[in-house]
């Protein structure tokens, strides 16, 4: 079974421009998250999709950042403008359960996109 | 509050000694969720272990074991036998029914197997 796939791996961009990532998650998995790491902290969630729909995205900066998952599969984050604050690794992942199924669900990772703003 | 405390930033252990790293939770749901995951360098998340709310045995997965005391909302990790590529960052989340199966994450545990 394929995993979550993301790309790219890596990107480097100077302030103020825009930059987006893809996310492919596993087959079947009707959830799916959209996290950012900031270096020495742990996975702060950005936007959670439920198929194509949102199920949380309070703490998005709605601003600058957008998400879509349009047919419910793959999903796009796009920063727009980047601030040097946004450096970090934006981690996708997936779980099969939809959301409100219960707490067993796993959530399996990407390898992440690790931004760089200069 | 939060939701999941790692109270230990960095961790030491010698090659093929056993070691435990600390989780504690807070929630109010009876059906919630335990996860841990490896963090190595390269940046991906890789789930180790899972422990239901309702289970009544501790979770094991190879060298991995799960000690679980829910009357003082704990889910330590213990590694056992440890190898260098044990080597990483280690976190403990948790997921709740009630919040739309939303993960919380601890900040994490960096673990150093000493050669």
């Known amino acids: 079974e394929a995993g979550v796939a993301q790309s790219p791996r890596y990107k480097i961009i100077e302030k103020r421009q825009s930059v987006a990532f893809w996310c492919n998650p596993i087959s079947g998995h009707a959830t799916l998250y959209w996290y950012q790491q900031i270096l020495g902290q742990g996975p702060k969630l950005l936007i959670q999709f439920q198929n194509n729909g949102v199920v949380d995205d309070s703490q998005l900066p709605k601003d600058r950042f957008s998400a879509e998952r349009l047919k419910g599969v793959d999903s796009t984050l796009k920063i727009q403008p980047a601030k040097l604050e946004d450096s970090a690794v934006y981690l996708c992942?997936?779980?099969?359960?939809?959301?409100?199924?219960?707490?067993?669900?796993?959530?399996?990772f990407g390898p992440g996109t690790r931004l760089t703003v200069l | 509050a939060q939701k999941i405390t790692q109270t230990q930033p960095g961790m030491f252990v010698q090659e093929k000694e056993a070691v435990t790293l600390d989780c504690t939770y807070d929630t109010s749901d009876q059906s919630y969720g335990l996860f841990w995951y490896k963090q190595p360098s390269s940046g991906e998340m890789i789930f180790l272990i899972y422990q239901g709310s309702y289970d009544e045995q501790n979770a094991t997965e190879g060298r991995y074991s799960l000690n679980f005391q829910k009357a003082r909302k704990s889910a330590n990790l213990v590694i056992s036998a440890s190898q260098l590529g044990d080597s990483a960052m280690y976190f403990c989340?948790?997921?709740?029914?009630?919040?739309?199966?939303?993960?919380?994450f601890g900040t994490g545990t960096s673990l150093t197997v000493i050669p």
């Open positions: 989340a948790m997921r709740e029914q009630s919040t739309g199966n939303q993960f919380y």
């Open positions: 992942a997936s779980s099969l359960e939809l959301a409100g199924g219960g707490g067993t669900d796993t959530q399996y």
